[in-house]
């Protein structure tokens, strides 16, 4: 008799040790009672009828989760690969055990159907130069979709586009061709601006004859100093005119 006593006691003793959880700062626990939702507890000390609760836990901290990469066809039709990183929490634990089965894989299933759907709206050229634009359409529509799991994405972001061989010749031949067209317009817009340039020099030296004595001579002074053994002799253009006739 006195054996089954302290078996007993020592029974009541494991039960009412069994009651008590320890849930951290950054945890909650989602209790079920019966199989009904009771009550969401946490953090601290809290207890936990063993056999008629049952809890889950569910963490409150920031999720990172890499999106693994997509092959995705842009809207001018060029395959890539893209891969991505969005942060997202759990806002509503209950929302999170209830609603699905396993939120984790949702969110991450979901960010790639997304990030395939958005992207493919795109062209190339979009892709690599407007990605915080691309950025906040996903987290906005995850934000959206996700909402009802009782989690929030607080940021998206494409780390990657891979590009195949020769689609990154084709855009290196596109940007030598962009340099070369900007080199000649930069030549034109530079010979356009010498040509008014000596326009407005001719109109000022035609006011004044003996400026061009001077000019002669200035350019006489200039090749003296290159020590050379060429000879000019400047003759004014008049000469000519009067042999013509």
Known sequence: MAQITILLIFGGVLFLLSMFRILREYERGVIFMLGRFYRVKGPGL???VPFIQQ???????TVVMDVPPQDVISRDNVS?????????RVMDPQKAIINVENFLDATSQLAQTTLRSVLGQHELDEMLIARDRLNA???DILDR?????????????IKHIDLDESMI??????AEAERERRAKVIHAEGELQASEKLLQAAQVLAQQPE????RYLSTLSDIGRDKNSTIVFPMPI????????
Request: no cysteine; proline share 0%; hydrophobic share 55%.
């Open 46 to 48: 809290i207890i936990v």
């Open 55 to 61: 809890m889950v836990r569910v963490g409150l901290r």
């Open 80 to 88: 890539v690969k893209v891969n991505a990183v969005i942060y997202f």
């Open 137 to 139: 359409d996903v987290q």
């Open 145 to 157: 979709q996700t909402d009802g799991w009782g989690i929030k994405v607080a940021n998206v972001e």
């Open 169 to 174: 010749r084709a855009i290196a031949k596109q």
């Open 211 to 214: 400026a061009i004595q001077l």
């Open 238 to 245: 008049d000469i000519f005119n009067q042999l013509k006739r």
